[in-house]
Structures are given as C-alpha cells and as structure tokens.
C-alpha cells in the first residue's frame, strides 16, 4: 500500500515537472521594441481591451509567436481607429462591441475563413476584413502562428 502511494506521487511529481518545463519553454522576453508596440496599441484601445499592459505583456511572453500575435494586435488597432472614423462611431458601449466584433473577424481570419475574398456577410465584417487585411502583413498566412486548424 505504501509502495502504491509513494508509486503514485512520484508520477505526480514526474508530471507537474515535465508541465512546468514546458511551460518555461514557451517562455520569452519581449524586446523593448515590441513592449512599445503593445504600448502603442494599447493606447489606441485605451477603455475598449480591458486586459491590462502587464497581462498582455505575459500572454505574449507565453505565446509561440509573439511577433505574429503582436502583428495582429496592431492590425486590430488600427482596424478599430479606421472604422471608427469612416462610420462615425460614438459611445463606449458600441466602440467595445466593434472592438469585439473586430476580435471576431481576426479569429474568422486565423481559421481560414474567406482566403482571399469576404465571403457572404454583412457590411459591418467585410469592412472590418478588408480593414484587417490591410493592416497584416502580406504573408500573415504563411507565418507560423496565425492560421489555426481544427483537424
């Protein structure tokens, strides 16, 4: 009975160390340039992304490809301040919905959805599309990191 607990513990054990170094793995700094970037971005989305600065800075350090992720962000950001202006958007509650509706249409794009064209959708996503498209990179599909698969 012994032998099975202390069996089972160091299994445990083997297991939280094997998670937590890999973890560390994944784990990087961020150059000072691309803390200005999020700084950057933070501010155009200043009362629209309720994450703050440092919860940011620690998903991008977890992430695998932090400079694609923080691409995006800034695609987003200027997403956001061009549509803003264009349709005249005013009031926090709708600046916050298309915010969210933007962080939609990224998660479309990351997944495949509509390569190349906008697909059937409302006015409101094909603009938002063609305003993210604008702002990636031109072989944002090719980067590892941005496109997703559910196979």
């Known amino acids: 009975m012994v032998f099975r607990k202390l069996l089972i513990l160091f299994f445990m054990c083997m297991l939280l160390a094997t998670s937590a170094h890999a973890d560390e793995y994944y784990r990087g700094h961020l150059t000072l340039q691309q803390i200005e970037r999020i700084r950057e971005v933070k501010q155009i989305l200043d009362g629209v992304d309720r994450d703050s600065m440092q919860k940011t800075i620690r998903e991008l350090e977890k992430s695998r490809h932090p400079q694609v992720n923080i691409e995006m962000k800034e695609a987003e950001a200027r997403a956001f301040t061009d549509i803003v202006q264009e349709i005249n958007v005013e009031g ?14 990224m998660a479309y794009l990351q997944f495949g959805g509509a390569q190349g064209k906008y697909g059937t959708t409302t006015e409101l996503n094909r603009l938002i599309r063609q305003k993210l498209k604008e702002y990636l990179p031109p072989d944002i599909n090719k980067q590892p990191g941005f496109l997703y698969s559910l196979e």
């Not at 915010?99 to 249409?105: E, G, K, Q, R, V």
Request: net charge positive.
């Open 92 to 105: 926090q509650k709708k600046k916050e919905w298309l915010y969210s509706m933007i962080c939609l249409n």
